[in-house]
T-cell receptor, first 115, second 111 residues
Framework: DTGVSQDPRHKITKRGQNVTFRCDPI?????LYWYRQTLGQGPEFLTY????????KSRLLSDRFSAERPKGSFSTLEIQRTEQGDSAMYLC?????????????FGSGTRLTVV | GQNIDQPTEMTATEGAIVQINCTYQ??????LFWYQQHAGEAPTFLSY??LDGLEEKGRFSSFLSRSKGYSYLLLKELQMKDSASYLC????????????WGAGTKLIIKP
């Protein structure tokens, strides 16, 4: 297993366009998380899945954001009608359900720039 | 509310020792993590503490005092490659095992 993979690494888009990011977690991990991180800040929770079920979504997340994990494996995060404030690093992480002592394994992230 | 505090930035000299502190106030406690994050890269796991005391792993050690809501990360024999941000994260007691993240401490190593 090569760890958590995210694609693309970088994305530049014009304001108002839609973007979609993909995350492939570690295969034996059943939990998958999406975070957003801006410069000088810690990761900000967006949403997470246990298998294919989306169990929690941040109240800060607007309706423009949607995430799926259709078969409990890879996940996608879509941002519709992007705004300049969406510019950030989008991190995906995975973990085992029990979580204790394992923490999260992060992917390399997708850096989004909205111009 | 839930809160994690770390210094914003610290500077240390190559070869020296540095201690990065983290204080937390959370609704329940089920473990504390330290992560290292180099600029433009994803966080990588360093250490995990769930019981009071010191956990040592090579040049890095992490300490926890649950009664004080306090942890520190100790880095010895500093190397230039240790220049990075160090993130403290606490897992609460909810069933979702969510991590609550600090903003990170940027560590600058000087020759």
């Amino acid at each position: 297993d090569t760890g958590v993979s995210q694609d693309p690494r970088h994305k530049i888009t014009k304001r108002g366009q839609n973007v979609t990011f993909r995350c492939d977690p570690i295969s034996e991990h059943n939990r998958l998380y999406w975070y957003r991180q801006t410069l000088g800040q810690g990761p900000e929770f967006l949403t997470y899945f246990q298998n294919e079920a989306q169990l929690e979504k941040s109240r800060l997340l607007s309706d423009r954001f949607s995430a799926e994990r259709p078969k409990g494996s890879f996940s996608t995060l879509e941002i519709q009608r992007t705004e300049q404030g969406d510019s950030a690093m989008y991190l995906c992480a995975s973990s085992l359900e029990s979580g204790a002592g394992y923490g999260y394994t992060f992917g390399s992230g997708t850096r989004l720039t909205v111009v | 509310g839930q809160n994690i505090d770390q210094p914003t930035e610290m500077t240390a000299t190559e070869g020296a020792i540095v201690q990065i502190n983290c204080t937390y106030q959370t609704s329940g406690f089920n473990g504390l993590f330290w992560y290292q994050q180099h600029a433009g890269e994803a966080p990588t796991f360093l250490s995990y503490n769930v019981l009071d005391g010191l956990e040592e792993k090579g040049r890095f050690s992490s300490f926890l005092s649950r009664s004080k809501g306090y942890s520190y990360l100790l880095l010895k024999e500093l190397q230039m490659k240790d220049s990075a941000s160090y993130l403290c994260a606490v897992r609460g007691m909810d069933s979702n095992y969510q991590l609550i993240w600090g903003a990170g401490t940027k560590l600058i190593i000087k020759p």
